[in-house]
């Protein structure tokens, strides 16, 4: 089965960095688009920043120029550099794709799903 795995979180101090990655694994598939959605305690899980295939980059407005989303299609990988990181940017960072995937029931033809990260701790103190 199509899977994603997040990895990179861990604790920092104020104007520090992290990379996240994500990795898509599990068969056959094309990944149309890939991104971060973070929580932190008592808001609504928010879209952080997003790349589709073959379009432009997204950011929510108040990471713009501190982080950057990139991918690595021949890894099916995708990284979030972190930079300048504030204590408002505490959550847990999930990362979530769209994808078209061959379940083999039938052959040659591809379903469109989404998929969720396990989700990584990013902690961000003095």
């Known amino acids: 089965q199509v899977q994603l795995v997040e990895s990179g979180g861990g604790s920092v101090q104020p104007g520090g960095a992290l990379t996240l990655s994500c990795e898509v694994s599990g068969g056959r598939f094309g990944i149309d688009a890939i991104g971060w959605y973070r929580q932190a305690p008592g808001k609504e899980r928010e879209l952080v920043a997003h790349?589709?295939?073959?379009?432009?980059?997204k950011y929510a407005d108040s990471v713009k120029g501190r982080f950057t989303i990139s991918r690595d299609n021949a890894k099916n990988t995708a990284y979030l550099q972190m930079t300048n990181l504030k204590p408002e940017d505490t959550a847990v960072y999930y990362c979530?794709?769209?994808?078209?995937?061959?379940?083999?029931?039938?052959?040659?033809?591809?379903?469109?799903?989404?998929?969720w990260g396990q989700g990584t701790l990013v902690t961000v103190s003095s």
């Open positions: 979530h794709a769209e994808v078209d995937y061959d379940t083999g029931d039938i052959a040659g033809t591809y379903r469109w799903t989404e998929l």
């Open positions: 790349i589709p295939n073959g379009g432009s980059t």
